[in-house]
């Protein structure tokens, strides 16, 4: 939790959603390929000034962080009830009261809501439960907007590639072939690929491809999505223009971390 707390940073990209239906394919999109997204923006192989063996340490401290990780109900049919439940079940951290913080043993926020914490007598309010959404530290959470949590920190020559690459791929038609691909994907592959892609970056295997060959696959969809977006700046060019640091880490099949 300190290596967390004091050791790591990341970009936290959100997204909105336009219905229930939209948010499922947003949020099973954005855990099925935490893995591709932490090989292409790794930016953290060192600890201390000395080389730790991972292209991305942040990653690897978070997959051992307790409430991150994936959410278990990422491969199955996501509904905001079903999401409800699962973060309702997940043990409260701790409650804040007039400014104060208070420890709690394990209950679950279910029993926050029924009354049932030991060390504090009133129910759960609305505002206890937002603060409850701000302490689930998944690779992929829903608050109200979905929100992206797998990419370490960049310089300003990167720092708009991990959101336009996603843009693409969420704020277009490309959204249902995206879909159709990853759903067909089995949880324990992308859950080895997730748990290797620290360690081993671009050459992590996916479903019988390397995320090198998935990220030239998905980098090609994000680019057709900007461009059919058609948003512009005052110079006549599209979003790809973002895309120059994620098209370079591809072309030289090295990311940041490689670099460095």
């Not at 690779?139 to 693409?168: H, I, M, N, Y």
């Not at 992308?190 to 970056?201: D, E, R, T, W």
């Not at 295997?205 to 390397?210: A, D, P, S």
Request: net charge positive; with cysteine.
């Amino acid at each position: 939790s300190l290596d967390m707390m004091y050791n790591t940073c990341g970009i936290q990209v959100n997204f909105d959603y336009t219905s229930e239906n939209n948010f499922e394919k947003i949020f099973r999109v954005g855990n099925y390929l935490t893995p591709l997204f932490i090989a292409l923006y790794a930016n953290s192989p060192f600890k201390n000034k000395k080389l730790t063996g991972f292209y991305s340490y942040r990653n690897k401290v978070w997959q051992h962080t307790s409430r991150g990780g994936i959410m278990p109900i990422a491969f199955e049919k996501v509904t905001f009830e079903k999401y409800f439940d699962y973060i309702i079940n997940c043990p409260v951290l701790f409650i804040v009261k007039d400014k104060k913080y208070i420890q709690t043993n394990g209950e679950t926020f279910k029993d926050f809501i029924d009354g049932k914490i030991r060390r504090f007598k009133d129910k759960a309010t609305l505002n206890d439960f937002e603060t409850h959404l701000a302490t689930i530290f998944t690779e992929v959470r829903l608050k109200q907007f979905v929100e992206f949590r797998s990419l370490d920190t960049c310089d300003w020559e990167c720092f708009c590639d991990g959101p336009a690459f996603f843009t693409g791929l969420l704020y277009s038609s490309f959204l249902e072939e995206v879909f159709s691909i990853i759903k067909k994907w089995r949880k324990e592959n992308v859950m080895n690929a997730y748990m290797q892609s620290p360690k081993k970056g671009l050459e992590t295997e996916l479903e019988g491809k390397t995320l090198y060959e998935w990220g030239k696959f998905f980098l090609d969809l994000s680019k057709a999505g900007l461009i059919k977006r058609g948003k512009k700046n005052k110079k006549n060019q599209d979003e790809t223009i973002y895309l120059k640091h994620t098209e370079n880490v591809l072309k030289n099949k090295k990311n940041r971390a490689q670099l460095l």
